[in-house]
């Protein structure tokens, strides 16, 4: 009874101090009489809390503000340099590593072209270990400082164990079918793996500090090489059964219609995908895939009419698609992110935004937005960071049990 106690005491603990880092980090700087109401937390709880993250150094003082008639307020926010975070994007023809401190600055990154091996996974993991090696030896920054490895993957991910190291990949459009990520990578690092679909990392990173900041309900659209969705609802990412919710580029708009590259037909993917609309336009640029949408919208733009033609069609399908998803899920935002969407996103906005509104229930669609991403085209990587930074938010500010971990962890 007395160890059931005890548990009971370290978790109310574990709960106290996860929820007064989370409203420094999202809210901070604050001071301890600001922590109060919004936390719930009794002041004698704040000061004892607020003394063990001080003495972890995980939260710090950052400057005082005047009070009324008493002594100035001392304001805190976690510490940035208390830890750090690495984001990778298996993308869809390069592997980016980054590595960030706990305000999300991005201190280094390394990026690898898959080039001639493509994703064939063996290759894919050996990228992503170099990389983690090159971030930490460009910036000076120990393994044991990393809080943490997050890995935004094309696919369905089954999580496997807590630590990642279980982490299998199902990803038809690279050619990965129940690949062992998690495995592959625990074989060159002991670092905590995160591993999860690109476009639920794009999701987080974009509700936690981009266009979704605020929202309870909202779809953070991926549309890049391929087309991916991320559904957040009553303020929590939706998984699904199996956590294949999201797979919104294969929604069905043409039935009989295109091949795409899941081995469907009619999919979205296969109308309004970066890869689709090159290979539809049929002209091929140098430089790859992205030059090669960047030459369709200048063409475009400078009165091409079979560009033109091409993008308004995209426009309607991706503004149907949206209607779906509005009609389905009734979101405040709908956001559309990635390095495709950013690219067209403000010459197709404006139609995308009509076809949804014809295509959409008149009601729910008066009370959804439809955005751009305000992260930038990397915003898969930093996402892919924040899911290191989750746990060790959800935890308490516990550390990893290796390294530096062992030694700290509360």
């Known amino acids: 009874m007395a160890e059931q106690n005890r548990q009971t005491v370290r978790d109310l603990r574990r709960g106290s101090r996860a929820t007064l880092l989370r409203h420094l980090y999202f809210g901070g700087p604050l001071s301890r009489q600001e922590l109060g109401p919004r936390s719930g937390l009794s002041a004698g709880s704040i000061s004892n809390v607020v003394g063990e993250l001080l003495a972890d150094g995980l939260v710090e003082e950052c400057g005082s503000v005047e009070s009324d008639g008493g002594r100035p307020r001392i304001l805190l926010r976690v510490a940035p340099g208390a830890g750090h975070l690495v984001g990778v994007d298996v993308g869809e023809t390069r592997v980016r590593v980054a590595l960030f401190d706990l305000a999300l600055r991005e201190l280094a990154a390394a990026d690898h072209l898959l080039a001639d091996r493509g994703h064939d996974a063996e290759h894919v993991a050996q990228l992503i270990l170099a990389g983690l090696a090159e971030v930490l030896a460009a910036t000076g920054v120990a393994e044991s400082a990393v809080l943490g490895v997050g890995v935004g993957v094309p696919g369905v991910v089954e999580r496997g164990e807590p630590d990642g190291a279980g982490a299998v990949v199902h990803g038809p459009t690279v050619g990965w079918s129940a690949v062992p990520l998690g495995r592959l990578l625990r074989a060159g690092t002991g670092l905590p793996l995160h591993v999860d679909n690109g476009a639920k990392t794009l999701g987080q990173a974009e509700m936690w500090f981009g266009a979704g900041r605020g929202a309870r309900h ?35 708009v043409h039935v009989g219609g295109r091949l795409c590259r899941c081995g469907a037909r009619g999919c979205l993917e296969a109308y309004v995908g970066a890869e689709a609309l090159v290979e539809r336009w049929g002209r091929r640029a140098p430089g790859g895939e992205q030059a090669g949408i960047a030459a369709l919208l200048t063409a475009a733009q400078q009165g091409d009419l079979s560009a033109i033609d091409l993008l308004n069609e995209a426009a ?46 008149s009601f729910p669609r008066e009370q959804t937005a439809i955005l751009l991403g305000e992260l930038g085209p990397e915003a898969v990587t930093t996402g892919a960071a924040t899911l290191p930074l989750s746990r060790f938010l959800d935890s308490g500010g516990t550390l990893p049990k290796t390294g530096r971990g062992a030694r700290q962890a509360s």
């Open 218 to 252: 909202a779809v953070v659209a991926l549309f890049g090489s391929g087309v991916g969705a991320c559904v957040i609802a009553d303020g929590a990412r939706f998984r699904g059964a199996t956590s294949s919710a999201g797979e919104w580029g294969h929604t069905k």
């Open 316 to 361: 309607e399908y991706l503004g149907a698609a949206i209607a779906d998803l509005i009609n389905l899920f009734n979101p405040e935002r709908i956001v559309i992110g990635g390095w495709a969407g950013l690219l067209l996103g403000p010459y197709l906005l404006p139609a995308v935004r009509e076809a949804a509104t014809r295509y959409a229930l």
